[in-house]
């Protein structure tokens, strides 16, 4: 899937016959076949695009998104036509309260979990080799999440999707508990990580790692949103994470795959390869520009990442769109179940 990604201060969208014609400042930047092209994520002030752009993208059925600086979508221009997610939204909307959507929670939470605990093994290996205090936490850790994935295996559908759903979250949070204090006893006591907070307050603005996590999963949420949306899936209606007017359920249901490989990998590699120079990226407690281009280009590089699940090797951003389709296939029926995405 072909995505062009334009994010810089007066950069011009055109048309010129049936190509997409990026100009910065009028100087021409990219030329390229609009049959190429599958999304447009347009997402800075001082951009602009043309109404010949906008016809161009409907008739080659190019999805149009615009995003906040943050990368969170804020809406998007699609084609006016009825399409095959008739089927699959009704698929979708009837399932929640069956087994079905159970399982689809279920396998949610199981990738989370498995990629969680490759993540730490990584960490084992290079706290062993730098001779890193807690080292045995990092393993028990570890084995902990292991048994908590395999106990969600364990956990059946009882006619309450409620309560099930709780038993899930509950275990989830258990495992999440035990991830974030590995980072926190894994990184450098001086970027005063924490542990895992998604809103800093003035007291915690500090935590540059929690800066860079936050507008890291702000962009994966777009790539996701992306890849629901192209599956044909309403981006609202989630089978784990509750029905809220100000957040995609279905969207952070299908992110909880991927903040493993893409974002917290992403952010760890930042770590290893600058370590305190992370602090010079804050400004007025905030991630400055130059420190959300360096997450965005980190996070971007895992999406290109190549990854092999289910006999196919892709870049991360595919099998985000995969795993969206497969989660579609699996809801009309044409698929016996829904294999969630981790890392090995």
């Not at 990584?122 to 570890?142: D, G, H, P, V, Y």
């Not at 994966?220 to 995609?248: C, Q, Y």
Request: glycine fraction near 6%; proline fraction near 4%; charged fraction near 30%.
């Amino acid at each position: 899937m072909r995505i062009l990604h334009l994010s810089e201060y007066g950069i011009f969208v055109g048309r010129k016959g049936d190509r997409i014609v990026v100009k910065h400042k009028k100087n021409k930047i990219l030329e390229e076949p609009a049959g190429n092209v599958h999304v447009v994520v347009l997402s800075t002030r001082g951009l602009s695009a043309s109404m010949d752009f906008i016809n161009l993208a409907l008739k080659h059925n190019i999805l149009v998104v615009f995003a906040a600086k943050s990368g969170r979508p804020l809406g998007f221009l699609v084609p006016f036509q009825a399409g095959s997610a008739i089927k699959t939204r009704r698929a979708q909307y009837e399932a929640y309260d069956t087994e079905k959507g159970f399982e689809i929670a279920k396998a949610f939470i199981y990738g989370k979990l498995y990629s969680q605990e490759t993540l730490l093994r990584q960490l084992s290996r290079r706290a062993k080799a730098r001779e890193l205090e807690n080292f045995a936490f990092l393993i028990e850790s570890m084995d902990e999440i292991r048994d908590l994935r395999n106990k969600v295996l364990e956990v059946e559908y009882n006619n309450s999707p409620f309560k099930t759903r709780m038993q899930l979250i509950s275990i989830e949070a258990r495992a999440a508990d035990l991830y974030w204090e590995c980072w926190k006893r894994f990184l450098p006591k001086e970027l005063l990580f924490r542990g895992r907070i998604k809103h800093p307050d003035v007291e915690e603005e500090v935590d540059v790692v929690n800066m860079m996590l936050n507008y890291g999963y702000s962009i994966l949420m777009s790539e996701t949103w992306i890849a629901v949306f192209k599956a044909g899936l309403d981006p609202w209606a989630g089978f784990l994470h509750a029905d809220n007017p100000r957040r995609p359920g279905l969207v952070y249901d299908l992110m909880e795959e991927f903040r493993v490989p893409v974002v917290d990998k992403a952010v760890l590699n930042l770590v290893d390869k600058l370590g305190l120079e992370l602090l010079n990226y804050i400004e007025d407690g905030r991630l400055s520009k130059e420190g959300r281009k360096l997450v965005a280009s980190s996070v971007y590089e895992r999406l290109n990442t190549f990854y092999s699940f289910s006999d196919r090797r892709l870049p991360l951003r595919a099998h985000i769109l995969l795993q969206a389709r497969r989660l579609s296939l699996y809801l009309r029926g044409n698929t016996p179940q829904y294999k969630p995405f981790h890392i090995r």
